[in-house]
């Protein structure tokens, strides 16, 4: 199978639902911030955490496929795919609230940069923001499902306070 199929060349891109679109169409900006998100998380993974954070994030990774999926399919289209539900907003608040108990509270700015893991944390946070920033504009040119906002605005609050884990 070949890697290369040439019909990007001419900055067009498929989406997963069939049709074309230019490769600076927002759609394409999100989900592919999205996979750079995923791919900093697998940066993260790597590094020596605590196995129930690894775990949590093989499940956020997960999550993130679905959501790039779900952006990939322009509305109106037939296709199924698994969504964003509430449970998956109400798992990353418990994992904030678990790792918030034992954090010192907030009473200035903090800077990134204490070590890696702290570093690579608020990169995640970061590029997720900015992924938000990129679905938030897609949402003025057509309805999305809301909880997609949700998910990526609590997941920068969970790289937040997992940043302040490992300072």
Do not use: W
Not at 33 to 52: H, K, M, V
Not at 136 to 165: G, H, M, T, W
């Amino acid at each position: 199978m070949l890697i290369y199929t040439k019909t990007g060349d001419s900055g067009y891109t498929s989406l997963f639902s069939g049709g074309r679109v230019l490769k600076s169409d927002i759609r394409i900006s999100a989900y592919g911030t999205i996979d750079e998100l995923s791919s900093f998380i697998g940066l993260l993974r790597c590094n020596e955490i605590p196995q129930r954070d690894k775990n949590m994030l093989i499940s956020i990774q997960k999550e993130l496929i679905n959501i790039s999926s779900e952006l990939a399919v322009k509305k109106g289209n037939k296709f199924v795919i698994d969504k964003i539900l509430e449970n998956k907003i109400r798992k990353l608040e418990k994992e904030i609230d678990f790792i918030n108990i034992d954090l010192q509270p907030l009473k200035e700015f903090i800077l990134s940069g204490s070590n890696k893991i702290n570093s690579i944390c608020h990169i995640c946070r970061t590029v997720c923001r900015r992924a938000e920033r990129f679905v938030v504009k897609l949402s003025e040119e057509e309805k999305i499902n809301p909880l997609l906002l949700k998910y990526l605005n609590r997941l920068s609050d969970y790289f937040f306070v997992l940043a302040r884990q490992f300072a």
